[in-house]
């Protein structure tokens, strides 16, 4: 199954690396995006991992050692990754 990245979760992705690198140091904001990427790769071999989305037809993934979830939709081969926030910021 492939994962397809949107331009939502790119920009979020994009906006955790550059925190993690301004308020913790490059080392930690090449770790944090590491994490974040190898959870991501695992739903191209288990697309059920998360648990059911609080908006319909949705899923998140809790980012394991780490604050945030991916929200993603299955469809027939692909995952769509939809965001990926914190998990303090209100969704939907």
């Keep these: 199954m492939q994962v397809h990245w ?6 979020d992705f994009a906006k ?3 925190y993690t690198d301004a308020h913790f140091g490059l080392f930690r904001g ?3 995006a590491e994490q974040i990427s ?14 059911p989305g609080r908006k ?19 469809r027939n081969d692909r995952v769509d990754l939809l ?6 910021q209100r969704w939907p």
């Design 56 to 74: 319909q037809g949705t899923r998140e993934l809790v980012l394991p050692d780490l604050p945030f979830l991916a929200i993603y939709r299955v």
């Design 16 to 18: 955790i690396c550059d």
């Design 6 to 11: 949107t331009s939502p979760a790119f920009r």
């Design 83 to 88: 965001r990926i926030l914190h998990g303090a």
């Design 30 to 32: 090449r770790q944090t």
């Design 38 to 51: 190898i959870a991501l790769d695992s739903l191209e071999k288990m697309p059920l991992l998360g648990r």
